[in-house]
């Protein structure tokens, strides 16, 4: 049975099953078992790689919501420290339980390349309009797991990774229309179910339900608490997808999309009035830095982005 003919139940119960089977980055291994390190220096080098693997981040929250299931967790540090060396001991034991996987063609890697540069960008942008009340780290983990549902379903993908490129979408909308037609759900439909089961907190749990919802179709309750934060993580998901898939030869192309944008998706992030320029400057200096934590995961340099895109973020 495909995942489009499954019920609600009968879907949570695959993607139970799919969650046990996250891919497990090498570097995270290497980490997790390092030797002669104390429980605080431990647990500080775990963070410090979770800030930057989704997957290593998931399992985090994964843990602690099985040993408090009634604590309301913040944020993935507090997570960490609530279960302590457990938590060290069962990500030990659940990665060497997990599939080692090296992303290793360019839809692998483009895909953990996504993940960084929209929590780089959702982090900076929080940084830059600071009028919009978003709580940078927040936003940086909000960033990182907007897309838990194409997670979900990484090992379709490991499987068929050039599936999806066949149907060359060229933004949000229409990858979510090819998920649909490759794999009988897309990540917009699993993201929701695997944030339930992993229970992430509630800012990154509104950003994985709603980054690709029109602003209107946002319940009133949760645009008012995550408004905001869901529309930075929208944008910088839009920037990002632009800076892989579009071919430009210079800033026009970007300067209509972010004018597109802060015209008809925007309810807050045009009020502070950014033009633009900065979105460019800020995704320019946010693909640096995703370029040197995709280092840190020891998955070699960032997959070259379309000429046209490369052009405009180095010339």
């Not at 030797?35 to 998931?58: F, K, M, N, R, Y």
């Not at 929080?126 to 919009?132: E, F, G, M, S, T």
């Not at 695997?194 to 602003?215: F, L």
Request: with cysteine; charged share 20%; aromatic share 6%.
């Amino acid at each position: 049975m495909s995942l489009a003919d499954q019920s609600a139940q009968e879907l949570r119960k695959a993607v139970v099953h799919l969650m046990m089977d996250l891919p497990v980055l090498p570097v995270c291994t290497v980490t997790l078992t390092r030797p002669g390190v104390s429980e605080d220096e431990h647990i500080d080098d775990i963070l410090s790689l979770a800030t930057i693997e989704p997957c290593l981040s998931s399992r985090i929250f994964q843990i602690a919501a099985k040993a408090m299931p009634s604590h309301s967790i913040s944020g993935i540090r507090q997570a960490m420290m609530l279960v302590g060396s457990r938590a060290v001991d069962d990500l030990i034991t659940s990665h060497l339980q997990g599939q080692v996987f090296r992303p290793a063609n360019d839809e692998e890697l483009c895909m953990w390349a996504h993940f960084l540069l929209v929590s780089i960008a959702s982090r900076r942008l929080a940084v830059q309009y600071k009028a919009l009340g978003v709580n940078p780290q927040q936003a940086q983990e909000a960033g990182l797991l907007h897309d838990l549902g194409r997670l979900v379903q990484y090992e379709n993908l490991a499987k068929s990774p050039s599936e999806l490129e066949k149907h060359s979408y060229q933004n949000p909308d229409e990858l979510i229309r090819a998920e649909e037609i490759v794999f009988g759900a897309s990540h917009v439909r699993l993201g929701p179910v695997a944030a339930d089961i992993i229970k992430v907190t509630t800012s990154v749990r509104a950003s994985i339900d709603y980054h690709h919802s029109k602003p209107s179709s946002i319940p009133r309750k949760t645009a008012k608490d995550f408004g905001q934060l869901i529309e930075i993580v929208t944008i910088a998901d839009e920037m990002a997808m632009f800076c892989h898939r579009w071919p430009i030869e210079d800033l026009v192309e970007f300067t209509h999309r972010a004018e597109h944008f802060l015209k008809n998706r925007s309810v807050y992030l045009k009020h502070v009035k950014p033009n633009p320029e900065e979105l460019y400057q800020i995704m320019k200096t946010s693909y640096a830095e995703a370029q040197q934590s995709f280092l840190k995961l020891d998955l070699g340099p960032m997959p070259e982005l379309d000429k046209g895109a490369h052009q405009m973020l180095y010339s």
